[in-house]
């Protein structure tokens, strides 16, 4: 399934806020059509290293490329049209803006009345409304109404039903299924496993290893800013991986050299 | 359900409470003064003091839309007006106009610059702003007014320029409009209004949607200083005269309109028409003391009265409409 060459390949990135360093040394490829695990303990760097990958930090230190290329400026802007689409945890949803407004926000579609390009509300509208259906949102919630008014599982919805429709190559999910119930769970993963089979590369930050063993076709394990196990969920069992955390990633080198 | 229809009207339309309050002051203005307060000459009077302070405010509530203030607005007022009139003794009132608003715009720029390349509180820069700009008028005029000849004002650009009238309304009133017509169109309708009010609501969301929050903030402040200079010229273009003080607390009062209008002072959310009608609202109030003898001085008492009670009213008619 996966593709010859890395879409993302990240090398020797270091990454400091002031003097604490976020990032170490991190070396790591994401291919097309995998679904890759990052996990770690909280602080580990995870979510460090993706907000590197869609643009929000530039790393001290390293090199990113993506699909061959060398990125050389880092801003969100850039990484969306690269077709990078990603789930936050707490950020991505502008609370005094409708749902409409935000499912479309820095791409929005428009219409030239006189040459004069207005939004096209309703496109918003249409649209946001049947994506942020199938995701589970009442029925009396309507893509005009404030995003402040929805609960925590809605607003992961709608979150996740914008990466889903603007779904270019990478989808990434950082903690997606945080606050949602156990049906909305399963629902995102299942989807997650759909983006793979489409081809494109899924990658998924859980702290929960034996949620993401199961749907991942290879996991990455961070600590401290530094990658400390990078393998395949067929060569190591989620009990085994577990392990790698507990023991800071000193098995896994062992088995790498083997 | 009634209640639940108004509590989303209020949530909706930030403008709705100092509708309210522009309407009853009008009633007890009217009622009270005896006819010398509501007459024609003395509403036109409102309107052209609206309409200067109205552009100004409309800048400063752009500002305030992305999280961010500017209170040099009142320097740039006086500079462009400065400006203006010193050009349009030498070049058409056209071209001092473009070059008094290319200063507002430079104004902006260099605010806007130093608030989003070096992080430093927009509320600093502008009140070095403020002072700088308003130390350079003072500089510049050596303490004198100086004033544009009668036989000077009739050009048309002049006229056009606040200098004469329409309808008897002073022509700036028309610059207004405009002035809310365009802006509303591009807040509610265009990519920029989407971009500006979502960098104000969370910067950190929009920025990860890929909007160029600085590049945002930059344009509202470029917007502003420009707004705020045109501002000045209509009311130089008015008087015919102008001195180092002009547009002097102008600022509070554009913010106190802002805040009365219904504008979050935290950002996100704004009412152009809202801050218009606190414009008028304060103009009023203005002109009823005046018209009722009681000493201008008073006037900045009552302004930071009202200000201070509307703000806490307006907080306390949102959590109405925001409660269940």
Known sequence: MTAQHPLIQVNNLDLFFGQFRALNNVSVDFKSGELVGLVGDNGAGKTTLIRVLCGIHAPTRGEVYFDGQRVVEFHPKLAIDQGIETIQQSVGLCDNLSIARNFYLGREPVKRILGIPFLDFRKMRDISARVIREFGLRENVSPDDEVERLSGGERQSVKIGRAVEFKNRVVIMDEPTNHLSVREREHVNELALQLRSQGLLVIYITHDIFQVHKLADRIVIMENGEKIADASTDSMTAEELEEVIRQGGRVVEKREKK | ?324
């Open chain 2, 1 to 324: 359900m009634p209640a639940a229809n108004l509590k989303n009207l209020v949530r909706r339309h930030a403008e709705l409470g100092i509708i309210l309050i522009a309407v009853l002051l009008i009633f007890a203005f009217s009622v009270s003064s005896g006819g010398v307060w509501a007459n024609f000459y003395n509403i036109s009077t409102i309107v052209q003091v609206t309409a200067t302070l109205g552009l100004m405010t409309l800048g400063v509530a752009l500002v305030i839309a992305t999280g961010e203030i500017d209170i040099s607005v009142g320097s740039t007022f006086g500079i462009a007006s400065l400006v203006y009139l010193w050009l349009s003794l030498r070049i058409d009132p056209a071209f001092a106009m473009l070059a008094a608003v290319a200063i507002g715009i430079l104004i902006g720029w260099f605010n806007g610059m130093l608030v989003t390349k070096t992080g430093t509180p927009s509320l600093i820069v502008t009140l070095g702003s403020l002072m700088i700009f308003r130390g350079l008028a003072i500089a510049l005029t050596s303490g004198f007014a100086f004033s544009i000849p009668y036989k000077a004002r009739n050009g048309l650009s002049y006229v056009i320029l606040g200098g004469g009238e329409i309808f008897g309304l002073n022509t700036a009133i028309i610059w207004l409009v405009l002035a809310l017509i365009v802006l509303t169109m591009m807040l509610k309708y265009m990519r920029w209004g989407n971009r500006l009010l979502a960098t104000g609501g969370s910067s950190e969301s929009a920025l990860s949607r890929g909007v160029r929050t600085d590049r945002v903030k930059l344009s509202a402040f470029v917007l502003c200083g420009a707004l705020a200079a045109f501002g000045g010229v209509l009311e130089a273009g008015k008087l015919g005269s102008a001195d180092g003080s002009m547009g002097r607390l102008m600022e509070l009062q554009a913010i106190a309109a802002c805040v009365l209008g219904g504008c979050l002072l935290a950002g996100g959310r704004i009412s152009l028409a809202g801050a218009l009608v606190g414009t008028f609202v304060l103009s009023s109030i203005q002109s009823y003391l005046v018209v009722m003898g009681v000493r201008p001085q008073w006037f900045i008492l009552l302004l930071g009265i009202i200000v201070v009670l509307a703000a806490w009213g307006d907080r306390l008619l949102r959590q109405w409409a925001l409660s269940r």
